[in-house]
């Protein structure tokens, strides 16, 4: 399929598709007997599930526009692109982490690929069921250390990363989105943010007005635009992976660019923290006492996983520029790797709670709401959950230097949930 750009429809896809050999050849390829539905509950861009006689897929298609606001947001199409070059980098750096690319059409702006059946859901809304997971921690921990420790300069051949980041740098829009939406409205009165209104009122004054909460989201926005530092999924949150009991897959990475390593780690946290708070509000069917202290376990467990596997690569494959072995190992001085090594993963411990903070805010007082909260139906409570994690993220952006360890934050966590004012 080539030619000018068209959306699809479930009614044209199997005649626009038909002839598209890596489709057909792996559903079957008789395409008058395909069956497609639109899934879409993402907010920007077109998803079908299509079925053969042989097997399914999933097509994915960005549209010039947001899909969730309609043609008065354009978003370029060029997003699929850095969507699909994301994926094939994410695969090849932390094998069967991401769904398997069938097909590309960078004028169609779509990408077809592995369609992640049933038993697999998103794992934000398995969060919210209450389930416990057992492999989360692990293959996420795995799949952040090895995508953000061989993007980056660490392992890379400088050459290639520099063209890579020259690649990247065009998401510009998509990068826009997370700079406004993620580091400044929810700061100020911007027009597209909304918060649970009038029980919030106060807090979010409160927020707006404080000083060093401010300063602290534009220098972690500094950092975000300005540290350059590896290829970042750039989206990574719980609505971004999908699940089963025994398996774990990152999807939808089309905010993909060069970023600090902080970035990813921190949002995926900011996450499971959101559900940890969130958890009062889902306790209808009985007590979420065993899902929360899961919650914090998966926590503590997905950065212990993260700096151990960071920590294996850093001895074993560190053939970038940076803390070249010449200066290290190769002098017998294995003591100086690992006490850079340290000072590294000590700077990711500090700003990832940065991010993490700024991204509990956004998603409470901005745009783009996750249904962690949002599917509490009770205005009330949903605002106190809300306004734990409110003050939760306001703590570990600004006292992030403060912070040793994760039991720590988690301390913390478990005794703003268990305050009773709003
Ligand atoms: P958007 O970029 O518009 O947010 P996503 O990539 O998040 O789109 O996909 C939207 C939804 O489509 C997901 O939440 C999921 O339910 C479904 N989906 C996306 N990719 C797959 C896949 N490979 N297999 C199964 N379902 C998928
Ligand atoms: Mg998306």
Known sequence: ????????????????????????????????????????????????????????????????????????????????????????RQERR????????????????????????????????????GRELPKIARDIGLFMARTLFRGSDLSMVTRERKADLALFADNVELCDITENLVFSD?????????????????????????????????????????????????????GSIMVTDSETRMIDPEFAFYGPIAFDVGMLLANFWMAFFSQRGHEEKGSRDSMRAYLLKVTAETWAVFRAEFSHL???????MLYQKSLFENQDDRLGAEQALDHMLSGIWTDLLGFAGIEVHRRILGLAHNADFETIADADLRARCEAKALRFGR????????????????????????ENRI
Do not use: C
């Not at 769904?99 to 038993?119: G, K, N, R, S």
């Open 1 to 88: 399929m080539t030619g000018k750009f068209e959306a699809l429809s479930v009614e044209t896809l199997p005649k626009r598709l038909g002839e598209t050999t890596a489709l057909s050849e792996r559903i079957g390829k008789d395409a008058s007997r395909w069956k497609v539905r639109e899934v879409g509950d993402g907010n920007l861009n077109l998803v079908f599930i299509v079925e053969g006689d042989k097997g399914a897929a999933v097509v994915k298609q960005a549209l010039p526009y947001v899909r969730l606001v309609g043609d008065s947001w354009p978003l370029p199409l060029k997003r699929s692109f850095f969507e699909y070059h994301a994926l094939t």
């Open 94 to 129: 932390a094998p069967g982490s991401v769904p398997a690319i069938y097909h590309f059409d960078e004028t169609q702006a779509l990408i077809v690929m592995e369609y992640l059946a049933p038993p697999h859901i998103i794992l934000r809304r398995a969060l919210i069921d």
């Open 186 to 238: 929810p700061y100020f009165d911007a027009e597209m943010n909304r918060h649970t209104s009038p029980q919030l009122d106060g807090l979010v004054a409160e927020l707006r007005a404080d000083r060093d909460l401010k300063v602290e989201a534009q220098r972690l926005k500094h950092l975000f635009a300005a540290n350059a530092e590896t290829l970042l999924h750039g989206d990574l949150h719980s």
């Open 314 to 320: 850093w001895r074993t494959e560190r053939t970038g």
């Open 395 to 418: 703590h570990i952006a600004v006292n992030r230097r403060q912070i040793h360890g994760i039991d720590e934050v988690n301390t913390l966590a478990a005794l703003i949930e268990q």
